[in-house]
């Protein structure tokens, strides 16, 4: 049997349950579905439930596509606050029920105030689903393959954003081009069309909560909450019984001399614990402040200052989810062989340059196709660095007794972030142009790229204990 402390060999690594293990995983990661979907949709009804509720001035067009993120940094403190104390499952179940009821409450408002509620309500799902789904499959997720199965998270959430972005485009790909903003407003497709984006979330809503009644508590919340013996029956499921002792004695050997039980906030301020708080905020801030969100946000402005119609819009936003999904699966690949650090020191150095190149695209008035391949090169960057891999760290950087609460806070200034991204994105575009909004992302990614190669060490094939070892003692 291994010591408590050891890595996991390699006889260790053949008993893991891997049909299990991707299993429990791969329910979890529906959050993650939801999340990308939710998020999404609103890029492509956009269009259409901007000209029926007649919004005309860019703080209206930025807050009905910003105001869902109240909601998400509500759901990431929520989910710090009681997933501590009641475990991760079921607030997970909870967050697919308010999936299913704000999807069909958005599809069903007759008047923007009543839509935006809905966008707000809806955003405490992503913000609870955001922070549960990669924290849950980090603790339970054998060291050498955590890196791949949090990544399952994101490659959901690509799947949802492709998903939405089909059904967008198949409910309006029979829209005349060249429409007038009248006969859109009138259509099927500005009356009813943009209701069905929205409601269709409710179908993986409900696989989501059915399948979550499949899926064990969280054996490390377990453990951490007195349950040694139900943490240890889970654990055996995953890797067998020599897998679970070990397992078990290296997770209570970070929690021995704590007072673990009640994590309030105010103990992140710890001198040690805040650092490992710093290096989490600031990476997941950057994954927003990178800039690659308002793509998805707003794919039509960006595509119709190059040149395109709203036809031709939405054929391209497709071709993004497309780019997107293909470049997750790369990820997949190479988070756990070549490392979190290598991965998103390329992301940020790869958009730096491609930002710079959009921004003289629009500088210069270059159009179609050149400006379409840049976008697509900054997605297939981002997808297989900053977005799946910043939610890998900041899944395991964070200590066993107050992961909840950490992830909670890093989770929440992401959502802070996105916002301030996306309620600023037309204001910025008003008075920056596409050149110098793009160009100023571009900044804002070669500084991330210093910061991630000064302050990330490398934690690929380590336990969390081991992490939280090489972290804060």
């Known amino acids: 049997m291994l010591a408590a402390n050891s890595s996991e060999t390699s006889a260790l690594r053949a008993e893991i349950n891997l049909g299990y293990v991707w299993l429990i995983s791969s329910v979890a990661a529906l959050g993650g579905l939801l999340f990308g979907w939710d998020w999404v949709v609103v890029g492509g009804a956009k269009p259409f439930f901007q000209r029926y509720f007649q919004l005309t001035s860019d703080a209206q ?81 054998p060291a050498q393959m955590r890196g791949k199965l949090v990544s399952i998270n994101q490659l959901t959430i690509v799947i949802g954003i492709l998903l939405a972005q089909v059904i967008n485009w198949s409910l309006v790909k029979n829209l005349p081009a060249g429409a007038s903003d009248e006969f859109i407003r009138n259509s099927w497709f500005g009356q009813q069309g943009w209701r069905w984006m929205f409601g269709l979330t409710a179908a993986p809503s409900i696989l989501f909560f059915i399948g979550m009644f499949a899926v064990p508590e969280s054996p490390r919340w377990l453990a951490k909450n007195g349950k040694p013996e139900s943490a240890k029956k889970i654990l055996a499921k995953i890797g067998g019984e020599n897998y679970s002792a070990a397992a078990l004695a290296e997770i209570q050997s970070t929690l021995a001399a704590e007072e673990i039980r009640r994590v309030r906030f105010t103990d992140l301020l710890d001198r040690k614990l805040l650092k490992v708080l710093a290096l989490g905020v600031v990476l997941a801030v950057f994954q927003q402040w990178c800039g690659i969100n308002v793509i998805f946000n707003y794919a039509e402005e960006i595509f119709r200052q190059a040149g395109y119609d709203i036809s031709s819009v939405l054929s391209n936003i497709a071709w993004t989810g497309s780019v997107n999904l293909l470049f997750t699966f790369v990820a997949l690949g190479t988070v756990d062989r070549a490392g979190r650090r290598p991965l998103l020191l390329f992301g940020a150095a790869a958009l730096a340059v491609i930002y710079t190149a959009l921004g003289f695209c629009y500088a210069h008035g270059v159009k179609g196709l050149p400006v379409l391949l840049l976008v697509l090169a900054a997605i297939g960057c981002y997808a297989m660095s900053l977005a799946p891999v910043t939610w890998v760290v900041i899944s395991e950087i964070f200590p066993n007794r107050i992961r909840g609460a950490a992830m909670s806070v890093a989770v929440g200034a992401l959502w802070i972030a996105c916002f301030l991204l996306t309620y600023t994105f037309p204001m910025l575009n008003a008075r920056l142009g596409a050149a110098g909004t793009f160009w100023l992302y571009a900044a804002i990614c070669l500084a991330g790229f210093v910061f991630i190669f000064a302050k990330l060490p490398e934690t690929k094939g380590k336990t969390l204990e081991e992490i939280e070892k090489q972290m804060v003692d």
Do not use: H, Q
Request: charged share 10%.
């Open 61 to 141: 067009i930025g807050w009905a596509n910003s105001c869902a993120l109240l909601g998400c940094l509500a759901g990431a403190l929520l989910a710090g606050a009681l997933s501590d104390k009641l475990g991760r499952k079921k607030l997970l179940v909870l967050a697919a029920l308010i999936f299913a009821v704000t999807s069909l409450g958005n599809a069903l408002a007759e008047n923007f105030a009543v839509f935006i509620a809905w966008r707000i309500f809806g955003g405490v799902a992503i913000g609870l689903a955001s922070s549960l789904s990669p924290m849950y499959i980090s603790e339970i997720a």
